[in-house]
């Protein structure tokens, strides 16, 4: 089975610090994404990567970074956080195929930023 | 407007029941994906389908493509079932681009 972790299952920082949320597969897979779940909002994409040092933006990049120097990981950086990214954030992975794949989750990091 | 709708928003059960979950998408898709998320957080991939419908245990998935449609069923619900159920579209073909539901919160009472 694929097995996707996070680092942290819950996490306080305060406003204005960095914050690193790690996230690591074990399958091989090419896809890598991070997500933030907000009430009502559904699951949105913050940035995919499809291979090493690869990064493609989503719908909502804004006050985020992403790192890919390994295959197997991808991090989360929140340059300088604010109340606003109170929020639960899930890491994906998935395979790079010509057919459709499923993306296989985490198990979320509930990050309060005070 | 969300390119993927779910209805209800929420759901409550008697154990037992027989539950029908559903979702609508506006975009051109190459897969459908039915997925499940405990409290807790962690999400689990229940269904890929791209056509007619699939079965795991009491969970069967239906999609109808001309009507851009697809339901989720739970035969004989149990309150181990209670969780958030989510839809979302793969409109990439190589799963690394889906429009996710904002997802049905259901609960079973014994």
């Known amino acids: 089975d694929v097995k996707v972790t996070q680092s942290s299952r819950y996490l306080v920082k305060r406003t204005g610090e960095k914050v690193f949320l790690e996230c690591v597969q074990d399958?091989?897979?090419?896809?890598m994404f991070w997500y933030r779940q907000d009430p009502g909002l559904g699951l949105r994409l913050i940035y995919f990567s499809y291979d090493v040092k690869m990064k493609e933006k989503g719908d909502i990049p804004e006050g985020y970074s992403v790192s890919r120097e390994k295959k197997e990981r991808f991090s989360l950086i929140l340059e300088s956080a604010s109340t606003n990214q109170t929020s639960m954030y899930l890491c994906?992975?998935?395979?790079?195929?010509?057919?459709?794949?499923?993306?296989?989750f985490g198990d979320g990091t509930r990050l309060s930023i005070l | 407007k969300n390119e993927v709708e779910q209805s209800p928003q929420n759901l409550t059960a008697q154990e037992g029941e027989f539950i029908t979950i559903n979702c609508s998408y506006s975009?051109?898709?190459?897969?459908l994906h039915w997925l499940q998320q405990h409290p807790g957080g962690g999400i689990v991939s229940l269904f890929m389908?791209?056509?007619g419908k699939k079965k795991h245990g009491r969970l069967i998935a239906t999609i109808n493509i001309q009507e851009k449609h697809s339901s989720l069923h739970i035969t004989a619900s149990h309150p181990r079932d209670s969780a958030v159920y989510i839809c979302a579209g793969d409109i990439s073909n190589t799963g690394n681009q889906f429009y996710f539901g904002t997802g049905t919160s259901l609960t079973v009472i014994p």
């Open positions: 975009v051109g898709i190459s897969a």
């Open positions: 389908l791209s056509s």
């Open positions: 994906a992975s998935s395979l790079l195929g010509k057919l459709a794949q499923p993306q296989h």
């Open positions: 399958m091989d897979h090419e896809n």
